[in-house]
């Protein structure tokens, strides 16, 4: 019997904008409005964390009116899987942001308007964190309740979204590019860290619409070997990055006192030391999930086992398959996460 009485989806969506998709908008919108204000004093790490708080906000609102106006709730077959994604990925970089913002940048800051309006900015993004991991946590627990398949909700999507996030994380930081211009490895690093982003983007984008089919290879094969071209390469920068940046005798700084940004009130980078550390760690964990992503792969190579398909069957057929009479309504389909 159907439930669309007692469950409207009109007042599914509409509760969900007025609880989290609202307020999400309104704590990205006032973030990157305080350090837009800031004017010519925003350093270059300021400016990733404002574009990353505006491509929020920006995808958040669309996300919001399209499941606001689509009144009959006949979602798209393939809605379901974009805004789960976008919410996984956004809980991971607004979390970055917020800890990047305060910690490698406000703090060498000057007292002033200038600083106070960082500090409510940081604020204010990490109330986004939280309406935005509840908001995961929803969605995820709903889509688990309704048995709906989703890519996110598996081991090598989990890993996939580790992967580029920490990716992003690390780009932030390349964003001041006096920590690599002077030397060539330093160069092949940054180049490392796009290769591999771009393996992990053409992946989730290959599973996400479904098209891993048209592939040459088997799937697991496919993976394998991909995974295992980028584990090499990350050794490769795990081992040059920290080499050609603290050692002493390449030229570089082997202590944090010896690095005078650390000490000024700097407005343009902040401690460039302290960001050469930064992504020589986030290199080490991107390593520790791509060596995880490869063992899974080579498993599944080894045990002979293809990977559950990533498109499950159209919504019609689900529903005869159901024994239902009828075609999903928006009781039987998930409350979209942004």
Partial sequence: MS?????????????????????????????FSLVASMGNERGTISNWCLAIWCLC??????????????????????????????????????????????????????DGPSRDRAIAASAFSCIACVLYAIDVACTWKHYKLRNIPCYVHTLPGLLKILESAVACAIFVFLSNTSLYLHQPALKWCVAVYSICFIQVAAAMLLRLRGWENRLPLRLPIFHLGQTLLSVL??????????????????????????DISCFDELTDYGCIWDQRLAVAILTAINLLIYTADLVYWARQVSVGTEDQPSTPLPLHSQATARGLEQPWNCDKWPLTSQ
């Fill in 233 to 258: 390469l990350c050794v490769s920068a795990l081992v040059l990055w920290p080499l050609y940046q603290f050692d002493e005798k390449l030229g570089g700084q082997p202590h944090w006192y010896s």
């Fill in 57 to 110: 906000f920006t995808v958040t609102v669309f996300v919001s009116m399209f499941e606001c106006f689509y009144h009959d709730c006949n979602f798209p077959f393939f809605w379901y899987k974009f805004p789960i994604t976008y919410a996984c990925y956004v809980a991971l970089l607004c979390p970055s942001t917020s800890i990047i913002y305060p910690v490698l940048y406000v703090q060498y800051l000057p």
């Fill in 3 to 31: 439930t669309r009485g007692r469950i409207p989806c009109e007042e599914n969506v509409g509760k969900r904008f007025c609880l989290l998709c609202l307020p999400q908008a309104i704590s990205m919108c006032v973030a």
